[in-house]
């Protein structure tokens, strides 16, 4: 529902009150015991008071001399504060009605003059109903993925073709931005950003999730620029699991993952990613003799909004430095989001599917690019 005027929030003080009060409102799921984060959308006691004492009074309106002018999102606006460059795509995706939509890929030229560092990325779909997450990914000149694919033309590889499927899944091009329903526009922190080189493409990954109703999406991508070189530059790493196999019933199933960091670097954020049996993921620094520093333990997870954790201050990593990430399933009758706790549950794509992914922001060097970054 809106809640952009008095009008449109009023029938839901009440609701509105029991939300913030049991803490379901503003989503945030990260163990208070387990770091500090910049994007922290807890409510503090005050504001739950504050919003408390409203209800208790009758819901009086405010005055009109304080609304501001804009209220809300405008769908037609660009979100970011400036938009150094907007790219549409040339034609809308039809999502039709009450059917299984492969992932979709659409390659974006850029003709930029000169490379440019990225401060801020938003995917805007214009028919959010339907679009489960986008990816975008930065594809330098030198890269084959998806050389066969026309650009400005949707793309997906045929399900009949195992090879041409996993060639299209398997890439190592660095992500310049992630879209899920709810999450605002990346920023990335001051003295850092994103490099896009003036001879890359831009290539859209979108999953699509049908409706009862057939519509049509036309996905946008808008970027900010920094007006000069940053100290660091940030690059997207991920760790996961794809060979997954959730047993039917199993209510707290674990499947763990671990890397050593090839290079020092400062850790900006976390994400992690499951599907609609997942219940808490742990973000995990691994030491000698037992040590075990949690970085983020997200739980309950919560499918419904997939949410980036940023430090409020960069964590140093060193070179050698073992990450360990860990997810937990649940795939019993006590899952309300369970589309079928009497089946085995493997990776794949759907949302009936699974996986297991921690994708994590590290800011290294600015001439160091994501490739030469595992150069050990």
């Not at 979108?206 to 009862?212: A, L, P």
């Not at 090839?262 to 037992?290: N, Q, T, W, Y």
């Not at 795939?331 to 009497?342: A, G, L, V, Y």
Request: glycine share 6%; aromatic share 10%; no cysteine.
């Amino acid at each position: 529902m809106p809640l952009l005027s008095y009008t449109q929030v009023r029938p839901w003080a009440a609701a509105i009150r029991e939300a913030v009060k049991l803490r379901k409102m503003p989503p945030w799921f990260a163990d208070p015991k387990h770091g500090v984060f910049a994007n922290d959308a807890r409510l503090s006691e005050d504001a739950i008071e504050r919003i408390e004492a409203w209800v208790k009074a009758g819901v009086p309106a405010g005055s009109k001399a304080d609304t501001p002018a804009k209220l809300g999102r405008v769908e037609s606006d660009a979100t970011l504060p400036t938009a150094d460059l907007i790219l549409t795509a040339p034609a809308s995706f039809v999502v039709p009605a009450n059917a299984v939509v492969d992932y979709q890929y659409l390659v974006l030229p850029l003709d930029l003059s000169a490379d440019k560092w990225v401060r801020s990325v938003e995917i805007q779909p214009s028919d959010r109903r339907v679009v489960h997450h986008a990816v975008l990914y930065i594809r330098e000149a030198g890269s084959q993925w998806l050389r066969n694919v026309p650009p400005g033309r949707w793309y997906a590889p045929s399900v009949n073709d195992p090879d041409a499927v996993r060639r299209t899944r398997d890439t190592k091009e660095d992500i310049l931005g992630i879209y899920t329903p709810g999450a605002p526009a990346a920023r990335f922190p001051e003295n850092t950003a994103k490099k896009l080189p003036a001879t890359a493409d831009l290539v859209l990954q979108v999953h699509y999730t049908s409706t009862k109703s057939r519509t049509a999406d036309k996905p946008r991508v808008v970027l900010s620029f920094a007006d000069r070189d940053p100290e660091k530059r940030i690059i997207t790493l991920q760790m996961g699991r794809d060979d997954l196999r959730v047993p039917a019933g199993e209510a707290n199933y674990r499947a763990s993952v671990s890397g050593t960091l090839p290079g020092d670097a400062l850790l900006i954020s976390m994400f992690p990613h499951m599907h609609l049996r997942g219940s808490a993921f742990e973000f995990d620094i691994v030491g000698s003799k037992g040590y075990i520093e949690t970085l983020l333990r997200v739980k309950p997870y919560n499918f419904n909004w997939q949410l980036n954790y940023i430090l409020a201050e960069p964590r140093p990593l060193k070179k050698g430095t073992v990450l360990r990430w860990t997810g937990y399933f649940d795939n019993s009758r006590n899952n309300p989001n369970n589309p079928d706790p009497t089946a085995e549950v493997t990776w794949g794509e759907q949302s009936w599917d699974e996986m297991m992914i921690g994708f994590f922001d590290v800011a290294v060097d600015p001439h160091v690019n994501k490739q030469d970054y595992f150069i050990r």
